[in-house]
């Protein structure tokens, strides 16, 4: 492959920050308001025009379960966010606030404008500087010692390099960690292939009527008719289906989008259009088939494709499939959840299906009132002093990975990096050496649920 030496003079900004972090989606945000709010000075930069990531601009209006059937495990940044939407009527309108409180595999859907909003206006109360349209195109960073200099962003304005003492790469896809040369994982190595992504959208003008298409089931047995009669351009036998917004809207998460590496502008780009066309296919297959959808209106399809996985990193621990059937507790952890193991078919063969279905949805959830721990390590790249990694990007195993990516796993880590970076600042204990008790105290004192009798000055290694 032939190169091109690119050279530059790039202006060093005046600031320096007690923390940058890369990536404004559910963990960056988190991590950076978290972090604001004990008296850190935060810069956040994010790519997009909003903060919220696959909630926000991926239209994925529905935070996952957040409690376990007895008790809600999610509690501090995430608790705040959905109790904040719910006492603005920001939530759907007949959801029942023990959906996130108590009930067990209860999603809560959201107004996308609403939530915007929000973290808008948290990210300003807590003093965040944040920049839109931005995004981490290198950095300065010493893989040997694990210290990061600075980082080199670039917007409209163009090239700046920012230095600051600490760093949290919250951007999906470990871009900042990748910049830094941490360790990774691609997603495909140790599998059948790459979890497939889907391109969400929104619909208007459904009749949510109790006995229409609401129901999973029947839309389930909808698709299955629509299947026999070749109206997909592609077999596509797992939807997870239309699900209710408000009194007339309805967000899809439908059509994946196969094969898709997500490191790869050139499939992000066939995807996105794929992704288009397969949401007018199922706009056609609710009109036709689905009772409830015969006046579908389709809004809009997501400015960001929902990727399910791309590049993990190698942290200080990996989180397995062994700790989560365990229900293991750690000492260290600084979260806890109960969602299933959602890993989406590889492909759109019977057999793919049939074997997700077979270990996914009938085998790979706990029961009520279990959950397991997300430790401290996974936020840690192996090794580094002033590094974490927040969101679907921390490090775990294929089938863990498939409970944690989701959003509100992501707000836990984010808040738990973010207020482990403060402490790193304050105290000079490194990302890899840190007190996690002292970060556990914490972390209960801003309303976590880390309900763990014994505690660790050391992290689980």
Same mark, same amino acid.
């Given at each position: ?36 709010? @004990?008296?850190?000075?935060?810069? /956040? ?13 991926? /239209? ?29 009527? %920001? ?18 859907? #959201? ?90 959208? %929104? ?15 029947? @839309?389930?047995?909808? %698709? ?14 797992? /939807? ?34 794929? =992704? ?45 499939? @062994?700790?989560?059937?365990? +229900? ?6 600084? &979260? ?27 085998? =790979? ?6 959950? #397991?721990?997300?430790?401290? *390590?996974?936020?840690?790249?192996? &090794?580094? +002093? ?20 989701? @959003? ?19 105290? *000079? ?20 649920? %880390? ?11």
């Amino acid at each position: 492959m032939h190169t091109y030496s690119f050279h530059r003079n790039i202006p060093i900004a005046e600031e320096y920050y007690d923390l940058v972090v890369a990536g404004g989606g559910p963990a960056g945000a988190a991590a950076a308001i978290s972090a604001a709010r @004990q008296g850190a000075k935060v810069l /956040l930069v994010e790519g997009t025009g909003c903060l919220g990531g696959m909630g926000t601009s991926g /239209l994925v209006t529905a935070f996952d379960p957040m409690a376990n059937g007895e008790r809600m495990l999610v509690g501090g940044f995430m608790k705040e966010v959905v109790e904040t939407l719910y006492r603005r009527s %920001l939530l759907r309108p007949d959801i029942d606030p023990d959906s996130w409180r108590k009930h067990y595999h209860k999603w809560t859907a #959201f107004q996308v404008e609403g939530y915007k909003l929000v973290l808008d206006e948290f990210a300003v109360d807590a003093g965040v500087e944040v920049r839109f349209f931005t995004k981490v195109v290198d950095a300065e960073a010493n893989s040997v010692t694990g210290i990061v200099q600075g980082v080199v962003l670039h917007n409209i304005e163009g090239f700046t390099y920012v230095r600051a003492k600490t760093f949290i790469d919250s951007t999906g896809d470990a871009v900042l960690s990748e910049l830094c040369d941490v360790t990774c994982v691609e997603a495909g190595r140790d599998t059948p292939g790459i979890m497939p992504a889907t391109l969400a959208s %929104l619909f208007s003008n459904i009749d949510w009527g109790p006995t229409k298409g609401k129901s999973y089931e029947i @839309q389930q047995e909808m %698709l299955h008719i629509a299947l026999r009669d070749g109206h997909f351009s592609q077999p596509d036998r797992h /939807l997870p289906g239309m699900a209710k917004v408000n009194h007339t809207v309805g967000y899809l998460n439908g059509g994946h989008l196969f094969n898709l590496n997500a490191l790869r502008c050139k499939d992000l780009s066939d995807g996105v259009m794929l =992704g288009r066309r397969l949401a007018r296919e199922y706009m056609d297959f609710y009109k036709k088939y689905v009772p409830g959808f015969e006046h579908i209106e389709h809004v809009t399809t997501a400015s960001l494709i929902g990727i399910r996985e791309s590049r993990r990193i190698v942290g200080e621990y990996e989180l397995n499939v @062994q700790d989560y059937f365990a +229900r293991r507790q750690f000492p260290d952890q600084i &979260g806890l959840f109960n969602k299933s193991i959602d890993i989406h078919p590889y492909n759109n063969s019977e057999e793919e299906y049939k074997r997700y279905y077979d270990e996914f949805e009938k085998a =790979g959830r706990l029961s009520p009132g279990e959950c #397991f721990g997300i430790p401290y *390590g996974v936020l840690v790249p192996k &090794g580094w +002093r002033n590094l974490w990694v927040a969101g679907r990007c921390v490090s775990s195993d294929v089938q863990v990975h498939g409970s944690i990516r989701v @959003q509100p796993a992501c707000a836990m880590m984010g808040q738990a990096a973010g207020t482990a970076a403060v402490q790193t600042i304050r105290t *000079g204990q490194s990302a890899c050496e840190l007190d996690t008790e002292q970060l556990i105290t914490t972390l209960r004192e801003h309303d976590a649920y %880390l309900p763990q009798e014994t505690l660790s000055k050391q992290m689980t290694r």
